[in-house]
Nanobody, 122 residues
């Protein structure tokens, strides 16, 4: 199973930026899509962004379009989520995930990182 380790979360003021990283190891050849999800307190885990492991189209939930960018560095087996113009409603635990098929539902993803907290203060 693919192993994923996230980093880069933290506390930032509204309007600020953070970049999350997700390093993948073990069975990376099985990855088709990498995704980012987030879970706020009392809410279900929700899709944020995704892209094919080997590049191609990127996909975003409407609330982050124009502010967040997903990218990858295959040489480092790492996927990034650049988050700009952060808002208090972006506060959540952010998870990266890997899937062997395309999807935007958490159930489509078999491998998950441990999560990293992002807190945006107003």
């Amino acid at each position: 199973q693919v192993q994923l380790v996230e980093s880069g979360g933290g506390l930032v003021q509204a309007g600020g930026s953070l970049r999350l990283s997700c390093a993948a190891s073990a069975r990376t050849f099985s990855i088709y899509v990498m995704g980012w999800f987030r879970q706020a307190p009392g809410k279900e885990r929700a899709f944020v962004a995704a892209m094919p492991w080997n590049g191609g189209n990127t996909y975003y939930t409407d609330s982050v379009k124009g502010r967040f960018t997903i990218s990858r560095d295959n040489a480092k087996n790492t996927v990034y989520l650049q988050m700009n113009s952060l808002k208090p409603e972006d506060t959540a635990v952010y998870y990266c995930a890997a899937s062997s098929r395309f999807g935007q539902n958490p159930a489509d993803f078999r491998s998950w990182g441990q999560g990293t907290q992002v807190t945006v203060s107003s």
